[in-house]
């Protein structure tokens, strides 16, 4: 934990210094910008054509098409998720939680992109509805669906439980379910699973350490998250065993609900839609 009192004293000029105004690291008005209309419009007369429950404490993966949406419900009760994305047949490609973090803020909703890994950069699925939208960011700093949590994992918990072992974390889940719908080996599966998109979660960082915090989800029945996807994918999801997030992750003891996974077909394509290439960048690196 951070001391209380700083170890050195305040400068002559701390204040000028505390009060220079911030700039934004990447301005986003360069990006081509999400016309959420088509999209929406895309969804008459669409398709179901796929779905995955994904049991409590444990994790499932499915595929989307490019052109498809899918979208994730709550279903049962209160309940968060956490999300991979890869590139379907190239696991290297895969969401990139950091950098969609930088171009779009700590929590994502309708509007906003999830951009892949180097060295491909390019969006993998657009977000289109968000029923938490209302939410925004509460008296604690608190917002939905963040991209600033890494996944539950078996490691931490055992380093901060003196050796304790837990085998349904997010993590552990993603693995095994991805393990599952390639063939790989649980160890080889493991290296590909990364950094997520924590659906419903609600969180955000306590003003006065900085530390991570979450909080119980406003997430109910009948809510969901809706993504198109602009590349072709496999998605895994991981159902927390934190259930609502309340009271603590990695746990049997939270009460748990499944999550629905749907994959609809649209009857055509968006208007104006075209696929993303990968980044432009010739990877010369100065060489």
């Not at 052109?67 to 999300?83: C, N």
């Not at 699925?125 to 939410?135: F, G, K, S």
């Not at 994959?263 to 100065?286: E, I, K, N, Q, T």
Request: some cysteine; proline content about 8%.
């Amino acid at each position: 934990m951070k001391p209380d009192v700083p170890a050195h004293a305040r400068p002559a000029d701390a204040d000028m210094r505390r009060g220079v105004r911030p700039v934004i690291c990447y301005p986003v008005e360069g990006l081509p910008a999400v016309d959420l209309a088509p999209l929406l419009a895309a969804r008459a007369g669409w398709e179901r054509v796929a779905e995955v429950l994904v049991p409590p404490r444990d994790a499932r993966c499915f595929a989307v098409p490019a052109g498809h949406f899918f979208r994730i419900s709550s279903v049962g009760g209160p309940q968060v998720g956490d999300l991979n994305l890869w590139a379907a047949g190239d696991l290297r490609e895969r969401f990139y939680s950091g950098k969609t973090r930088a171009l779009h803020g700590t929590h994502l909703s309708a509007g906003d992109r999830m951009w892949s890994s180097f060295p491909y950069l390019r969006p993998m699925a657009v977000i289109t509805e968000d029923t938490l939208d209302w939410y925004g960011f509460d008296d604690f700093g608190g917002a939905v669906h963040d991209v600033i949590g890494t996944r539950c994992d078996p490691y931490t918990h055992a380093l901060l439980s003196d050796g304790g072992q837990y085998h349904h974390c997010c993590h552990s889940n993603l693995t095994r379910a991805l393990a599952d719908w390639t063939g790989l080996s649980l160890h080889e599966a493991e290296g590909h699973v990364h950094d997520v998109l924590n659906v419903f979660m609600c969180t955000g960082f306590t003003r006065d350490t900085g530390q991570y915090f979450m909080k119980a989800s406003p997430v109910r029945p009948g809510d969901f998250i809706e993504f198109f996807a602009e590349i072709d994918l496999l998605g895994g999801l991981s159902a927390c065993p934190g259930g609502d997030c309340s009271a603590e992750h990695s746990s049997d003891v939270s009460l748990c609900h499944p999550l629905l996974v749907e994959v609809f077909r649209p009857l055509a394509p968006p208007a104006g839609w075209l696929a993303p290439r990968v980044s432009g960048y010739d990877r010369s690196h100065g060489r």
